[in-house]
T-cell receptor
Framework: EDQVTQSPEALRLQEGESSSLNCSYT??????LFWYRQDPGKGPEFLFT???AGEEKEKERLKATLTKKESFLHITAPKPEDSATYLC??????????FGTGTRLLVSP | KAGVTQTPRYLIKTRGQQVTLSCSPI?????VSWYQQTPGQGLQFLFE???????NKGNFPGRFSGRQFSNSRSEMNVSTLELGDSALYLC?????????FGPGTRLTVL
């Protein structure tokens, strides 16, 4: 069964304190691993897509990496506006995304 | 380009009623997917439509159905509502592989 597990469930950081979020996956045929950001009461906002082990993508303070079994979302020198829930998902075919339960990130000034 | 729009944004229904939610994808996107998000289960895939055809379906009962029109707009219908159907229903559209989500419809079943 296709499965995505995210850790930690919640993370509290001080502004400027870098850290990483983990997403481990088990899928029969990976057709892309996705990272989304979701703010309360809103739909998920697309961040990155990764397709093959060794691939890396960056956007502002965020960097996503992919291995054969897991992905990391590195947050460098976070700011309070980075506070959100970060969701990881895998595409298992015909646009079916299987999501993890997310990591709730709180960045304090 | 305008993003994915969903209507209505909020809806309150009572048990046993039925509801129809609407989704307009990003212009040019032909694939529309639907998801249910609850605090307990997270985001779960309902179904996906491409060129008016359902290509994939999640593990939800037959009370959940959908359709897509020739202009790629999509609707989902839930019949005989149950309390457990209270959730945020999200629609996503895609052109290739990346899915872009709308703001969702918050459904409350009393």
């Amino acid at each position: 069964e296709d499965q995505v597990t995210q850790s930690p469930e919640a993370l509290r950081l001080q502004e400027g304190e870098s850290s990483s979020l983990n997403c481990s996956y088990t899928v029969s045929g990976l057709r892309g691993l996705f990272w989304y950001r979701q703010d309360p009461g809103k739909g998920p906002e697309f961040l990155f897509t990764l397709y093959s082990a060794g691939e890396e993508k960056e956007k502002e303070r965020l960097k996503a990496t992919l291995t054969k079994k897991e992905s990391f979302l590195h947050i460098t020198a976070p700011k309070p506006e980075d506070s959100a829930t970060y969701l990881c998902a895998v595409n298992t075919g015909f646009q079916k995304l299987v999501f993890g339960t997310g990591t709730r990130l709180l960045v304090s000034p | 380009k305008a993003g994915v729009t969903q209507t209505p944004r909020y809806l309150i229904k009572t048990r046993g009623q039925q509801v129809t939610l609407s989704c307009s994808p990003i212009s040019g996107h032909r694939s529309v997917s639907w998801y249910q998000q609850t605090p307990g289960q997270g985001l779960q895939f309902l179904f996906e439509y491409f060129s008016e055809t359902q290509r994939n379906k999640g593990n939800f009962p037959g009370r959940f159905s959908g359709r897509q029109f020739s202009n790629s707009r999509s609707e989902m219908n839930v019949s005989t509502l149950e309390l457990g159907d209270s959730a945020l229903y999200l629609c996503a559209s895609s052109q290739q592989n990346e899915q872009f989500f709308g703001p969702g419809t918050r459904l409350t079943v009393l």
